[in-house]
Each structure stands twice: as C-alpha cells, then as structure tokens.
C-alpha cells in the first residue's frame, strides 16, 4: 500500500507530529506493507528543509513543494500542478491532507487524478476557529471546508475530540489523536529544585499562543518566574522583567530539557488542534495551566491534570493550590497516566493504519 501525506504548515506542532509519523511509518516492518511519502512546503520562514531531511526517518520519501499559506491563485495554480505531477508519479492508493491549505490543494489535485484513491483530511484546527480573523472570513472558511467535502468526497480524520465533534456536523469523520512518543520525552524529565516557582510554555511567539497575555499574567504574579522556550516576530510584546526568553534551540532535545526546568506548564492559546507541547509537558508530569478553549481542553482535566481558565483573575487560586509540590505532584502523576492512556503515538498511528485499509 502506497501512502501520501501532504502539508504545508510543517512548523510548529505539526513538525513534531510528522517527525514521529517518519520514524513509526519507516521502521522496517511497517514499511514492508506501507511505502509512505511526505509531500511538505518549505515555504514558512520557520521551516528549514535541510534540517527536516536530516532529522526525519530515512525509511519514507520526502518531497519538497512550493506551497503558501495564505489563497495566491498563481502560485496555487502552480502547486496544485506539481502536486498532480507527483501524484501521479508515486500513484498513491491513500492520500491524507493536513491542514487547510493542504486540504484545498490536496483535494482538488485528488480529483483531477482521475484515480480512485482512499482520501483522508486532518485539519490540525479549523481554520474558521481562529481568532484573529474576520466573522465574515470565518464563515468563508466553514464554507469552504463543507463545501469541499461535500463536492470532493473522503473522510476527516479528527485529532480532538471536540474537533472530532465539529467534523462530524461537516461531513464523515473519524478520531485519531495527536500522539506523542512517550518514553522518549520521558528521557529527558527530571526532579527539579527551584528556588522560585517556575511557569513555563513551548513555542513560536505568535498571535495564536497570545503573547500579551503571558506578559500579563507574569506582570501579575511578579514574584513568580516565566520561561517563553522559543521565539517569533511578536517577542517585543513580552516586556515582563520576570519573563526568559530561550530563543529557538537547533536541537528538539534541548527543548525537551529545557523544558523539564519548569514546575508548571502554562499554554495561553487563543486556538488550537491539539497541542503537542502540552502533552510533551505532561509526559514530564507538570500540571498544566491553559485557556479553556478547543485543543486545550481536549486534554486537560480540570482539577486533575491541570486547570482550565477563562479569565486571568482565575489564576489567583489555581496557582495558589499549584505552590504546593505535593500537589503538583499529584496532578503530573495523572497528567502522565492520561497521556499514556490517549496519546500515546504508536497507538494512535495503529489507529491510522485501521483506517487507510478500511
């Protein structure tokens, strides 16, 4: 069986979660019965080709194609026919799009195969859920991702279960969560003795992680220390005294450690999928600080995992419980036990393989 995933946005999470899908879909015995490729776009200054070829599996075939985030009918056009020209190269028998822009493209150069081919679409977080856009663009993109399901068939393949809800009123629909690998971030965790209560979050500083109000809360709890592992065009709003900024690290290791140096993990998110650093920081057994919003409450347990919040004088009693270690304790030790249960990457990429020989 022949599988091709494309994706344009290969940063972030998404990176981590393909990163992963490399190493189990090319292991040898996987790759006996499934021969995997991933189509990816280069094109976002935070993606770096070179270090994805040199970091992704050698057991799957990458292919590097132009392709932008934002709607360009140019340079769409010419995606769209070099995509149709690798699909019919590798003549795939199950193709899986991630993200929107992926989704498009993917679908439409599905259908000008003239092929029948298994169709499956992750969207790693609608795009009409985003925050930062127009209502009358949100309701162009809902328009867009019913319409294309209705008209170009396939399936969405959910990796939330409230993204999972939402699909199932656009069309057919399955769940497969984000996953991660456990063990391996489980290496890198450690006890920590910190002299000052420590809340930390991974990732690029953007519009979508809220960078204002990480600076906020850090204003708020002064005497507390935050961590940004990461960077971004929006670092000049974390003007806090009491905030590090790590800068990106060449290596996911060293993120993975400087990570486990915090006692709480905060994600400050206006939306989301399912976020891959909230689970890296659960497998570590840090209880969990995030906004209650689609993705983050997906896998935050409130009060048990974590806490949830809608607003920031929330945090005056949440982070009051959380100085307690044995607490905090506590709550990773479930956070953990989640993780296991419901992200555990090798379960769900079975879960995957279930579905493309359905």
């Known amino acids: 069986m022949k599988v091709v995933h494309i994706v344009e946005a290969l940063a972030g999470g998404v990176n981590t979660y393909f990163k992963e899908l490399s190493f189990f879909f090319g292991d040898s015995e996987i790759k006996e019965d499934i021969d995997t490729t991933i189509i990816f776009s280069a094109n976002r200054k935070e993606v770096d080709s070179k270090k994805i070829n040199e970091e992704f599996s050698k057991g799957v075939s990458l292919v590097e194609l132009n392709m932008v ?15 149709i020209k690798e699909l019919r ?25 003239f092929k029948k081919s298994k169709l499956f679409y992750t969207p790693h977080g609608y795009a009409f859920l985003r925050t930062d856009t127009s209502s009358f663009t949100k309701k162009l993109y809902r328009i867009i991702e019913s319409s294309f399901q209705r008209i170009f068939g396939g399936a969405t393949i959910a990796c939330g279960d409230t993204e999972y809800g939402i699909a199932k009123t656009i069309g057919k629909s399955h769940l497969v969560r984000n996953g991660i690998d456990i063990k391996k971030v489980q290496k890198y965790s450690s006890i920590n003795d910190n002299n000052v209560l420590t809340i930390g979050i991974v990732g690029r500083i953007t519009s979508a992680r809220n960078p204002e109000l990480f600076n906020e809360i850090a204003l708020r709890y002064s005497n507390l220390n935050f961590v940004w592992i990461g960077d971004g065009e929006l670092r000049p709003l974390l003007t806090a005294p009491n905030i590090k900024i790590t800068g990106w690290f060449l290596d996911r290791e060293d993120a993975l450690i400087a990570l486990n140096t915090i006692d709480i993990y905060i994600q400050t998110s206006l939306w989301e999928g399912l976020p891959i650093a909230v689970l890296e920081a659960m497998a570590m057994q840090k209880p969990v600080l995030a906004t209650n919003i689609i993705g983050n409450k997906d896998v935050v347990v409130h009060n048990e995992t974590g806490f949830l919040f809608n607003e920031i004088s929330e945090l005056d009693h949440h982070i009051e419980i959380l100085k307690d ?20 990457s090798t379960k769900n990429f079975k879960q995957l393989i279930a579905l493309y020989k359905q």
């Open 69 to 83: 985030r934002e709607f360009s009918p140019l340079q769409d056009l010419k995606s769209l026919l070099q995509l």
């Open 89 to 113: 190269r590798i003549q795939p028998d199950v193709i899986h799009l991630h993200s929107s822009k992926a989704g498009v493209l993917g679908r439409v150069a599905c259908f000008l195969l």
């Open 325 to 344: 270690e044995e607490v905090r304790r506590r709550f990773g030790k479930k956070g953990l036990e989640r993780c296991q249960d419901l992200f555990d």
